[in-house]
């Protein structure tokens, strides 16, 4: 056969257009099939194998077309029919017209991807593709189905738990519940909100409890794709409550790829407690802890206290139990001489019970810094709290607000602020602690935008509000700093803020005005607790030294680590420096052996 007469014989034999028909098919089949599988939780083998069958398919489909042909009668071997039997023309016919409604298809899913799904892809942050940011996820809120709507904290406690255990894992980034919260649970706008919480993926759930049966229901998206990766309805008995979370945070570390340690596996295998009724009351008892006032924090204690009665050697409610008393006096809910002692034993306590707690190391640790000052201890815990759960934002946020800054390490101090945000972006504490960071370094323009976008987050956070207040008044503007100290005495009866605004006052001249909030503090004073510091500031912007360090000196005696530990980088107590009593109270606080480069000068 002639090389002509040959092609003639494919064109006559539509092997050409089978060849054209199969890879257009083929393409789109392969195409197809990487979106839709995923949402199926079809495993990564399944895709590739496809793609090879179809390979492997494309000559077999070319000898057939070459070797066969379709008659009324049916398929025949070309070499068998009779010229008046073939209908090769209309066969060719019917495959141009399969040819074009396959590219047609072809185009139109090609002109969804470029114009529909792109986009959704463009809305997550640059590194999306990196291995890092494939293995990103944020759990959100899990849905209450429960008949008694008061098992609310029930539902939460049950995401708080999955999300603990995944934190534990360092080759995946996990965002804090702070910033988690702000969703509710089968959103509509996933990429948007993978995009404010930098994450590629989303866990979502719901919780169903009646009496001792738990229904728990939980599905991984992929918000750049919207594909369900795995998906998964546990129905259990209370007392295995603690198997699904652990099943369902190893699952999701394997479907996201990502490595285990031992010790993780371990970590995220532990069973807390054998108690349930003990695991109900932790989950109240963090129901409470979470919502951050003095109250809350009061009945948080209450409920791990009951919790470690069910249970003796519950050691998460013992490091629980720490970290509530440690934030009390931040919420003006106690003086830290009473506060932090009842923090330091549940902190040992949980401790003696289980060494691997990362929350009680860093409830240990802030202890260590704030009431002992001890900041080289501090550091140290911190840093084993880390090892242990390296995407708790809290604890890098602790590290850098307490132990670095107080130690002038102001660079690393905002390096790991700057994590912790990663971690927690839409926490206002952390979003404000950030501008902090950067006014120690004397960066005073990013702290204060920093600062001003947190209060865009929102207003009515009074915390913010006094810190731009402290920037702007280093920046030198006074007015501002003036109205910024006002909105947030307005906003809470913290008496830190007032006392900035009297030292304020005071360096001012405004005397009068100076004096009014020195005896509204002491008034105070003798109604609740309120930090001596505040008192010191006052007389400082008064110009009287020595009154303002003989409260100084009560600070000390108070344990307010709080207000003291940043004693050589607070701008507040500059015109003290060089004074032989404060060189010698900021001696007992920081070391100056251990005060490292970075600190705000004088």
Known sequence: MSERNFFSELKRRNVVRMAGLYLIGAWLLVQVAGTVLPMFGAPDWLPRSIVILLAIGFIPALIFSWVFELTPEGLKRDEDVRPEQSIAPQTARRMNHMIIAVLVLALGYFAIDKFVLAPRRA?????????????????????????????????????????????????????????????????????????????????????????????????????????????????????????VESDIAKTI?????????????????????????????????????????????????????????????????????????????????????????????????????????????AALAAVKGLYHFDLAGSIAEYERALQLNPN??????????EALAATGQTEREISEMKRALELDPLSLIINTN?????????????????????????PGFYFVHYNLGQ??????SIPEAIAEYQKAIALNDDPYPLGLLGHLYGTLGRKDEAQQILERLRGARKQRYVQAYCLAAVYLGLGDHNEALNWLDESYRERDGFSLQSIRIDPVLVPLHGDPRFEALAEKIVPAANFGRGAMPK
Not at 209 to 217: E, L
Not at 392 to 401: K, M, Q, R, V
Not at 435 to 452: D, K
Not at 471 to 476: D, F, M, R, V
Request: overall charge negative.
């Open 123 to 243: 809305v997550m942050p640059n590194d999306t593709s990196s291995a890092i940011g494939a293995k990103s996820i944020a759990v959100l809120p899990f849905e209450n189905l429960s008949d008694d709507k008061a098992n609310a904290y029930f539902a939460e406690g049950v995401q708080d738990e999955i999300l603990t255990r995944l934190a534990k894992v360092a080759d995946l980034k996990v965002i804090s519940r702070t910033s988690t919260q702000h969703f509710k649970s089968s959103p509509d706008n996933l990429p948007q909100i993978a995009k404010q919480l930098g994450v590629i993926n989303i866990l979502e759930g719901s919780v169903q409890k009646s009496n001792d049966q738990v229904r728990v229901n939980v599905q991984l998206i992929n918000a750049l794709t919207d594909a369900h990766l795995w998906a998964d309805i546990y129905d259990r008995k209370l007392t295995d409550l603690f198997a």
């Open 434 to 458: 950030v501008g902090v960071a950067y006014f120690h370094a004397r960066r005073f323009n990013e702290a204060i935008a920093q600062l001003r976008k947190t209060v865009e987050m929102d």
């Open 253 to 361: 570390a394997d479907t996201l790829q990502a490595k285990l340690t031992g010790s993780e596996k371990i970590s995220i295998a532990k069973t807390p407690t054998a108690n349930p009724e003990a695991y109900e009351l932790y989950l109240k008892g963090r129901f409470f802890w979470n919502k951050r006032t003095a109250a809350h924090l009061r009945k948080s204690t209450e409920y791990f206290d009951q919790a470690i009665e069910k249970d003796p050697n519950y050691a998460l409610a013992y490091a629980a139990l720490a970290q509530a008393w440690l934030l009390l006096p931040a919420y003006n809910g106690g003086a830290p001489k009473d506060c932090f002692p009842q923090a330091e034993s549940a902190a040992k306590k949980a401790l003696a019970l289980d060494d691997n707690s990362a929350d009680a190391h």
């Open 471 to 476: 920037a702007l008044e280093l920046k030198g």
């Open 392 to 401: 708790d934002a809290t604890t890098h946020h602790w590290l850098a607000n």
